[in-house]
C-alpha cells in the first residue's frame, strides 16, 4: 500500500494543489491518504476528484479580507474566517459547492491529524469520524488552525488546533496504518532547515496562557521537523519514500495573499507531478 501524506503549510500549499491537479490529470491514485492543516483541505478535493478546486480556493482568499484578514481575527477570533469559506465553497448554496458525495463514494482511506489543545497530543480523525459535511469541515478546521492566530477549534468538547503542531511529518502513522511506502508533500524546500519564528519564545506563553503544554510543543517544533526530515530521507534511500517538495517559495508565508506568488507555486506542483511521475508509479507499481 502506498499513502500520501500531506503536511500542509497555508497559503503556501498552492504546491500542492498544482501537484494533484497533475495527478488528476494522469489518473494517478494512492492507496491511503493522511493531511495535515491545509494539505487536509487539499486532499479533499483530490480523492473527490474536484481537479481545479484547491487552486480556486487559494486565489480567492488572496483576493481582498472576505477569508483571510486581520479584520476577521478582530471580528471572530480567527484569522480565516472558517465559517464563510465553508458557505463559499462547501454549500450547496456557495459559489463553487463541494461534491461531498464524491467523496463519499470514494473508499480510500483518509486521515486527518489534529492537535489537542489542553493535552498537546496529536489526534487521528479517520473516515468514522467523517460522517456528514459538518464533521468533515469542522475536523479540516480544527486541522487548519493555527495558534496566535485562531481560537481553538472544538470538537466534540474538545479543543483543537492545527495537527503539525506536534508531529509536523506523520509518516509514521502511515505506516502504522499499513502503508509500505510513502509520498511526502512539503510546501517549503525540503533542505531548507526549519527554524522558530523570531518572537514566538515571548508572544506564545503569553497568549497560550490556557495550554502551556501547547506552548512546549511550538517551541521544539522545528527540532522536531528537522529530525523527520532526515528520517525520511533514510526512507528514500531504502526506496520506500519519496519527499516532494518545490525548489523555492519565493517569500511565501502560511498566511501569504500575493496572488503571483500563489500562482508560481501552482505550476511549479504541477511541473514537479511531471518530472517525479516516474518515481510515483514505481512506488505505486511496488504494491
Known amino acids: 500500500m502506498t499513502g500520501l501524506i500531506d503536511v500542509g503549510g ?9 501537484l494533484y491537479d497533475y495527478f488528476m490529470d494522469n489518473g494517478i491514485e494512492f492507496d491511503y491518504y493522511l493531511g495535515v492543516s491545509a494539505g487536509s483541505m487539499n486532499l479533499l478535493s ?4 474536484e481537479r481545479g478546486r484547491n487552486i480556486k480556493i487559494y486565489r480567492s482568499s488572496a483576493e481582498g479580507n472576505e477569508y483571510l484578514g486581520f479584520s476577521n481575527l478582530i ?9 464563510k469559506v465553508g458557505e463559499d465553497f462547501y454549500s450547496d448554496e456557495g459559489i463553487d459547492p463541494f461534491d461531498f458525495s464524491a467523496f463519499f463514494n470514494s473508499e480510500k482511506p483518509f486521515v486527518i491529524c489534529a492537535t ?28 487548519c488552525c ?5 481560537k481553538a477549534i472544538k470538537i466534540n468538547d474538545k479543543e483543537y488546533f492545527d495537527g503539525g503542531i506536534v508531529d509536523p511529518i506523520p509518516f509514521r502513522k502511515a505506516f502504522d496504518d499499513g502503508c509500505d511506502n510513502i509520498v511526502v508533500v512539503l510546501s517549503a524546500p525540503a533542505d531548507q532547515k526549519r527554524e522558530q519564528v523570531p518572537g514566538v519564545n515571548i508572544i506564545a506563553p503569553a497568549l497560550l496562557r490556557e ?26 534511500l531504502k526506496g520506500r519514500a519519496l519527499l516532494l517538495s518545490p525548489e523555492e517559495i519565493s517569500g511565501a508565508t502560511v498566511l501569504a495573499k500575493d496572488r503571483e506568488v500563489i500562482d508560481k507555486l501552482y ?14 508509479q514505481r512506488l505505486l507499481e511496488k504494491n
Open 75 to 83: 471580528h471572530s477570533g480567527a484569522y480565516m474566517n472558517y465559517e
Open 211 to 236: 495550554y502551556p503544554l501547547l506552548d512546549d510543543r511550538i517551541a521544539d517544533r522545528p527540532i522536531i521537523y528537522n529530525y523527520l526530515i532526515r528520517c525520511i530521507r533514510e526512507y528514500e
Open 267 to 280: 505550476d511549479n506542483g504541477y511541473r514537479d507531478g511531471l518530472n517525479n511521475i516516474k518515481e510515483i
Open 46 to 49: 483530490y480523492i473527490a476528484g
Open 146 to 150: 493555527i495558534p496566535l492566530v485562531s
Open 10 to 18: 497555508g497559503m503556501k500549499c498552492a504546491y500542492s494543489a498544482g
Open 116 to 143: 489537542e489543545a489542553v493535552g498537546a497530543v496529536t489526534e487521528y480523525f479517520d473516515r468514522s469520524a467523517m460522517t456528514d459535511r459538518k464533521s468533515i469541515l469542522d475536523i479540516i478546521s480544527a486541522s
